[in-house]
């Protein structure tokens, strides 16, 4: 499988972003997958998650109804729509494949993990 992100770029403190995550390669119709960040100088952190065969999701406790998970079955597009953005929200998106072995919140339980998009909040 291979992931494509993309969509960061600048934006000024409540706005909105849209992320893209393209996948390739393989099937991915019974996978997880998921998103995190990784800010300036601090360790990826989660962010969510889609199941792509039923479409159901699951959030981290800290996005607080601000990021939504969808996805395109046509396009095998998973989608990070962010709203009310804030400078602590600065990183670089990945997204990934979820293999398992740990917990949803664990960057271990993910591989395929794709090149990562710069978010730019800026106050």
């Known amino acids: 499988v291979q992931l494509q992100a993309s969509g960061g770029g600048l934006v000024q403190a409540g706005g909105s972003l849209k992320l893209s995550c393209a996948a390739s390669?393989?099937?991915?119709?019974?996978?997880?997958m998921g998103w995190f960040r990784q800010p300036p100088g601090k360790e990826r952190e989660f962010l969510g998650r889609i199941n792509w065969s039923t479409g159901s999701t699951y959030y981290a406790g800290f996005v607080e109804g601000r990021l939504t998970i969808s996805k395109d079955d046509a396009e095998n597009t998973m989608y990070l729509q962010m709203n009310d953005l804030m400078p602590h929200d600065t990183a670089v998106y990945y997204c990934a494949v979820y293999i398992g072995g740990y917990t949803w919140y664990d960057s271990r339980s993910y591989s395929y993990w794709g090149q990562g998009t710069l978010v730019t909040v800026s106050s």
């Open positions: 390669g393989r099937d991915i119709n019974t996978f997880y």
